[in-house]
């Protein structure tokens, strides 16, 4: 993912917490991190306090984290064997935010998708996970059918702005 993310100066200069903190649904890091089940640690006067990436984007530029709190670490579970991923995203140029993007963690066991996590990049005021695409998937295996069901759920959850990116309607297309 990092590759699709910026441009190699930005890549170089920035950090992942920061693009996480930030909180803006345009960023790549929050699909990623909610699709790799991270676990954010937070920091603050008040002690330590651990959120999950899933629950700590409120909306724009809003987070979980408190006016005191820094983020001092992003902790990620390792994968199981016969465990995938991907992110891809829709962008105009190189360095660009993406029109729409998806974040996914995928298992395989027997032909029959045993484990899925599913995140979708600026087609809302937060990065979202697209539960019920998971669900679409999940114990059965791989098929057109099960794809375009997958994608139909994905888009059914997508709310985003209209910018020079595209419209509503292209870019909740482009999410499936």
Not at 25 to 53: F, Y
Not at 74 to 79: D, G, H
Not at 83 to 100: I, V
Not at 104 to 125: E, F, P, Q, Y
Request: glycine share 10%; aromatic share 4%; hydrophobic share 45%.
């Amino acid at each position: 993912a990092a590759r699709l993310i910026a441009d190699a100066q930005v890549r170089n200069r920035g950090t992942i917490g920061g693009d996480i903190a930030h909180g803006d649904p345009g960023n790549d890091h929050p699909a990623i991190a909610i699709a790799l089940d991270a676990t954010l640690v937070l920091e603050g006067p008040k002690g330590q306090r651990m959120v999950k990436a899933n629950s700590f984007f409120l909306g724009t530029y809003m987070t979980d984290m408190a006016e005191d709190e820094i983020l001092t670490e992003i902790r990620v579970p390792a994968f199981a064997p016969k465990t995938g991923y991907a992110y891809e995203k829709l962008k105009r140029k190189t360095g660009d935010w993406a029109t729409a993007g998806a974040a996914v963690v995928m298992r395989m066991d027997g032909g029959k998708v045993s484990a899925v996590r599913i995140a979708l990049t600026n087609v809302a005021a937060t990065a979202l996970r697209a539960g019920d695409a998971e669900t679409a998937l999940l114990g059965k295996p791989l098929s057109d059918a099960t794809m375009v069901d997958a994608a139909a759920k994905a888009m059914a959850i997508c709310d985003p702005a209209e910018d020079l990116r595209g419209d509503r309607e292209y870019k909740t297309a482009m999410a499936g």
